[in-house]
């Protein structure tokens, strides 16, 4: 049985990745391609309880290190539990999220530095790569301003101070953006990286093609 393929969709809050996962797996579907679809933080019955204690925590100061913990913990359960035994089976598996989003988030937007995030992937998660990642990377303006928008949904519902909450949502996705783009710099064959603001078709096509053209070389399909 030959092993499955695992694509991996990246990108800041509020990039598309969730719809265009949609779509993936809808075109995937109409071709008969055996896929599961999966998404992280959550996927697993253990993993959607770390995603809930993740995201009530967040506005108790939940520390850094916490967070990493608690993303790699996750991990490690949808790799045991989900992501290998579909591999093995020989599916392709297509997850919202991965490692990637702990070395942009917590090893740049928290400043943990992407080794330590480099090293428990390696420890926790026996280093298991995606066979292709697909980084959505609108401009930084386009998601300074969606980030906004939904801070001020936040702020509106918890009554915290609004311009003190976009000035430090500024910074942290800002150094969130520079990490996906180190990482598809050092990585260009595995990270396929489809910047600007482009419409949600555009976005698909780009994606579709990419995805075309690896499952002909992984085999699966010709
Ligand atoms: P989602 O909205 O794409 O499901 O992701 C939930 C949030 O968790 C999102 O703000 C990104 C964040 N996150 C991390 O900070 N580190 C991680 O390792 C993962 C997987 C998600």
Same mark, same amino acid.
């Given at each position: 049985m030959p092993r499955g393929l695992f694509i991996t969709l990246e990108g800041l809050?509020?990039?598309g990745k969730t719809t265009q996962i949609k779509r993936l797996a809808a075109w995937m579907q109409k071709r008969g391609l055996d896929h599961i679809v999966t998404r992280?933080? /959550? /996927?697993t019955a253990t993993g959607d309880r770390i995603r809930a204690l993740l995201l009530d925590s967040r506005s108790a100061a939940l520390a850094p290190m916490t967070e990493m913990a608690l993303m790699f913990a996750d991990r490690a359960q949808a790799i045991a539990e989900v992501i290998e035994p579909a591999l093995a089976a020989g599916r392709i598996v297509l997850c919202d999220r991965f490692t990637d989003s702990t070395e942009a988030y917590q090893g740049g937007g928290r400043e943990l530095g992407s080794q330590v995030v480099l090293d428990l992937h390696r420890l926790i998660c026996g280093n298991l790569q995606p066979d292709i990642t697909l980084l959505l990377l609108p401009s930084l303006d386009a998601s300074l301003s969606r980030a906004r928008n939904r801070n001020h949904r936040q702020t509106q519902q918890t009554g915290q101070d609004e311009n003190r909450f976009e000035q430090e949502q500024d910074a942290f996705y800002s150094r969130v953006w520079q990490k996906y783009r180190e990482i598809a710099a050092r990585e260009p064959n595995r990270v396929i990286l489809i910047e600007g603001n482009l419409g949600i078709d555009e976005v698909h096509e780009q994606i579709v093609e990419a995805i075309s053209e690896h499952l002909v070389t992984a085999g699966h399909t010709s």
């Open positions: 809050d509020g990039s992280q933080p /959550g /996927g």
